[in-house]
């Protein structure tokens, strides 16, 4: 983040475009448009300043690009299978990892007093944003083949995400159902944490916590702690064992 402190401090226009450039591989015409994409609601609060409004277009050009990449990928496949896929490949945490892979978390702008934050889903969110502030500033023909260069080709592995099992509840839940346990999703507390909501949900399996997870809404928390709960289980491991 020391260019963009740096750009703020010196208006230096040219090298905010040549660090994006190296970044992203492309030049920005709209700077703006790209500062805002970077700019996480903590710490601006309008939404003409921060990245929500760029966020919701650049989730909406993902989404179309993938499907389009989908359909054309897969001839023979049904709607089901596309929808799964495309799930498979534009989730939150998936595109919080690219985005992180990236370099995008090193230059978000976001309330690094606030701890929930910096483990948290926003470089996800940030990456949707510079999307959308692509498709502003260079159009969707451009964004499309950024995107399939950028995102898909290098980091959405389609072939491994077939395998992929991305429903970690209804793992969960089969086996629990398989070993007679008593499973389920407690909500435990919601609390307001630097002007975010934050829910803590509990996975419980036959009357004991065992994993915890933090989001900022139900399902995002829930997943979380599934996730952990798998993990702890060893449920993944076994699987992939059964495999080999």
Same mark, same amino acid.
């Given at each position: 983040? +020391?260019?963009? $402190?740096?750009?703020?401090?010196? @208006?230096?226009?040219?090298? =905010?475009?040549?660090?994006?450039? #190296?970044? &992203?591989?492309?030049?920005?015409?709209?700077?703006?448009? !790209?500062?805002?994409? &970077?700019?996480?609601?903590?710490?601006?609060?309008?939404?003409?300043?921060?990245?929500?409004?760029?966020?919701?277009?650049?989730?909406?050009?993902?989404?179309?690009?993938?499907?389009?990449? &989908?359909? *054309?990928?897969?001839? !023979? #496949?049904?709607?089901?299978?596309?929808?799964?896929?495309?799930?498979?490949?534009?989730?939150?945490?998936?595109?919080?990892?690219?985005?992180?892979?990236?370099?995008?978390? *090193?230059?978000?702008? !976001?309330? $690094?007093?606030?701890?929930?934050? $910096?483990?948290? +889903?926003? =470089?996800?969110?940030?990456?949707?944003?510079?999307?959308?502030?692509?498709?502003?500033? *260079?159009?969707?023909?451009?964004?499309?083949?950024?995107?399939? *260069?950028?995102?898909?080709?290098?980091?959405?592995?389609?072939?491994?995400?077939?395998?992929?099992? %991305?429903?970690?509840?209804? $793992? &969960?839940?089969?086996?629990?159902? /398989?070993?007679? /346990?008593?499973?389920?999703?407690?909500?435990?507390?919601?609390?307001?944490?630097?002007?975010?909501?934050?829910?803590?949900?509990?996975?419980?399996?036959?009357?004991?916590? %065992?994993?915890?997870?933090?989001?900022?809404?139900?399902?995002?928390?829930?997943?979380?702690?599934? +996730?952990?709960?798998?993990?702890?289980?060893?449920? +993944?491991?076994?699987?992939?064992?059964?495999? @080999?």
């Amino acid at each position: 983040m +020391q260019f963009l $402190k740096h750009f703020f401090a010196s @208006n230096d226009a040219d090298g =905010f475009k040549k660090e994006i450039k #190296k970044l &992203l591989g492309l030049r920005p015409n709209n700077i703006n448009l !790209y500062i805002t994409a &970077l700019s996480h609601r903590s710490v601006k609060d309008s939404p003409d300043s921060n990245n929500e409004r760029l966020e919701y277009l650049g989730d909406a050009v993902l989404s179309s690009v993938v499907a389009d990449y &989908l359909f *054309k990928r897969y001839p !023979y #496949k049904d709607e089901g299978f596309l929808t799964e896929m495309r799930s498979k490949m534009v989730n939150r945490q998936k595109l919080n990892d690219i985005a992180i892979k990236i370099g995008l978390k *090193k230059i978000t702008l !976001y309330n $690094k007093v606030d701890g929930s934050l $910096k483990n948290s +889903q926003i =470089f996800g969110n940030t990456l949707e944003a510079v999307v959308g502030a692509i498709y502003l500033d *260079k159009g969707y023909i451009k964004t499309h083949k950024w995107i399939l *260069k950028h995102l898909v080709i290098p980091h959405m592995f389609v072939d491994n995400l077939e395998l992929i099992d %991305i429903n970690l509840k209804n $793992k &969960l839940i089969g086996w629990a159902s /398989k070993h007679n /346990k008593v499973l389920s999703f407690d909500l435990i507390e919601e609390k307001y944490e630097f002007g975010r909501r934050i829910f803590i949900m509990h996975t419980m399996l036959d009357g004991e916590v %065992i994993s915890e997870g933090k989001g900022f809404n139900k399902k995002d928390a829930s997943l979380v702690a599934a +996730q952990l709960a798998v993990e702890k289980l060893g449920l +993944q491991q076994a699987e992939n064992t059964n495999k @080999n």
